[in-house]
């Protein structure tokens, strides 16, 4: 028994592993090339594995892009959203929030290709779902931080927190898509920096002082 039980878990891990090299080689290819052009083929290949053995571990396609968007919120949960956590005073934890986020994307560029790419597939699936739920907790953490600063007096009073959480959330988008463009995002970085000083100074009324 105590054999078979190893031999269990050693099947085990080794499936584990298997899946999320397969996660991580989507998200690799998808800085490399348009995700949705990406085939079984090819990422079996970048993982050193025959399309069947691929199938064992994720059934369909579907059920790949599924567990590569599940990686992409847990991922986004872990490095972003838990920043926040970290900061008692909201106007800090708005800015260690997005910059954790541009850190993020720097590292993982195939990340906003996959996202964009679910988002503008016709109908529903798991994995457009996923993404979409996402990005609702990341508008609504936004907005909660903002509120709280209202509160504490580090962001103005009256403002509109919710067009000012479509505006954070819209820099971090607009700092991504320059990047896609220049094909420098691994740069972005250093120029959001600049961007969330005009909007913490200009949009919430803070202030270096």
Same mark, same amino acid.
């Given at each position: ?11 085990? &891990? ?9 996660? +991580? ?5 998808? *800085?490399?090339?348009?995700?949705? *052009?990406?085939?079984?083929? !090819?990422?079996?290949? @970048? ?10 571990? $994720? ?24 920043? *926040?956590?970290?900061?008692? &005073? *909201? ?6 929030? $997005?910059?954790?986020?541009?850190? $993020? ?12 790419? +679910? ?19 990341? @508008? ?11 509160? &504490? ?22 700092? /991504?898509?320059?990047? !896609? /463009? ?8 250093? !120029?959001?920096?600049?961007?969330? @000083?005009? $909007?913490?100074? @200009? ?7």
């Amino acid at each position: 028994m105590p054999e078979n039980d190893a031999s269990t878990k050693r099947a085990y &891990q080794s499936t584990e592993q298997r899946q999320s090299a397969t996660i +991580e080689a989507v998200v690799q290819l998808s *800085a490399e090339q348009d995700p949705s *052009a990406l085939t079984t083929a !090819m990422i079996a290949e @970048r993982v050193g594995l025959s399309q069947g053995a691929l199938f064992k571990h $994720f059934p369909t396609k579907s059920h790949l892009w599924e567990s590569v968007a599940c990686w992409v919120s847990t991922q986004l949960s872990r490095r972003v959203f838990s920043v *926040a956590e970290q900061y008692p &005073q *909201a106007d800090k934890a708005l800015e260690a929030m $997005f910059m954790a986020h541009i850190r $993020f994307i720097a590292q993982n560029p195939g990340v906003p290709r996959l996202m964009l790419g +679910e988002l503008h597939k016709p109908g529903n699936g798991p994995a457009k779902q996923i993404i979409r739920r996402t990005l609702a907790k990341y @508008r609504q953490k936004v907005v909660a931080l903002l509120e709280l600063g209202v509160e &504490q007096g580090s962001v103005a009073s009256g403002i509109d927190t919710q067009a000012a959480a479509v505006l954070y959330l819209g820099a971090i988008q607009g700092l /991504v898509v320059q990047g !896609m /463009v220049s094909g420098e995002l691994h740069e972005i970085e250093l !120029m959001a920096v600049r961007v969330y @000083r005009l $909007f913490s100074g @200009r949009l919430l009324g803070m202030t270096d002082d």
